[in-house]
């Protein structure tokens, strides 16, 4: 069984910040990219941001600059700190473990947290 266990959403004014964290736990062998996406009320998950294993990173251009993903790769984890939030951020933040394989002789499959609600006031 694969859990990801996300914290570090709440409430925050605008121009400041949070850091999320999500661990995934549970038999996993390696983990291909792990993430952050966002759902916003009447709107459709996006990307906000990705890295690899290898350190590769993506961010969504309307938090470039703003975020940071990083990653602790033995420890399974995936952070993401947010900084000058704007109302506009605000949404469910999900944690996506992708192309986790459980074992060597496993195929790869896509895991997502439960979300974590941040909340940016104007």
């Known amino acids: 069984q694969v859990q990801l266990v996300e914290s570090g959403g709440g409430l925050v004014q605008a121009g400041g910040s949070l850091r999320l964290s999500c661990a995934v736990s549970g038999s996993i062998f390696t983990i291909n990219a792990m993430g952050w996406y966002r759902q916003a009320p009447g709107k459709q998950r996006e990307l906000v941001a990705r890295?690899?294993?290898?350190?590769?990173?993506t961010y969504a251009v309307s938090v470039e600059g703003r975020f940071t993903i990083s990653r602790d790769n033995p420890k399974n984890t995936v952070y993401l700190q947010m900084n000058s939030l704007k109302p506009e951020d605000t949404a469910v933040y999900y944690c996506?473990?992708?192309?986790?394989?459980?074992?060597?002789?496993?195929?790869?499959?896509?895991?997502w947290g439960q979300g974590t609600q941040v909340t940016v006031s104007s």
């Open positions: 996506n473990a992708g192309g986790l394989r459980r074992t060597y002789y496993d195929g790869s499959s896509d895991y």
């Open positions: 890295i690899r294993s290898g350190g590769a990173t």
